[in-house]
């Protein structure tokens, strides 16, 4: 845990719902990163989900943390020197089956997406208007001689009770769908 208040998890945090999921992709690592490791690819990447529209780029800073990125909660983080860090807006849209009625859930989310380049890793974090808040830690590797680069994610999040086992098992059917058109992005 960093040792610096402002850019620690807060102590309400307390995930009840995760995912985990790699892809290799066939592109060197350079390529894949800027894609998907920068702010360079972070619209279209979002928009591979089926639940994802009205996407919106906000402010871009950068934010300084103490130790390592994936152990920072650098969303709420005051600016400072350090890693890049795009901030966003996009709206979530998920049908539940409620019977024989299907209901639209919107949730507006609002996150940052923040990179170091050095270590090859990327920390996505959002929050919503319905409580639900989301860590991703991506990660990159060189694979196959350089020929290619797995990417591998984790999600850690956190919603209310109520929300739980849905959020759950769309959460990981969205996570794999939407890294498996990783490929689509290069081309």
Known sequence: MPANKEDAYPANFKPNFDSAFNVTLPFPLATVFLILGTDEGLGPHILLSSLASDFEVLAKDSVAVTGNLEDAFARTAPSGDGFPRQAFKYKETMKIVLGL???????????????????KLALYETSSDKG?????????????????????????????ALLQIITQTSSRKAHKEQMNLYHTLFG
């Open 132 to 160: 639900v808040v989301i860590r991703k830690i991506r990660r990159f590797e060189e694979v196959d001689g350089g020929a290619s680069t797995q990417v591998s994610e984790t999600i850690d999040g956190q919603c209310p």
């Open 101 to 119: 009625m299907s209901v639209a859930v919107v949730v507006n989310l609002q996150g940052t997406f923040t990179w170091d380049e050095d270590r």
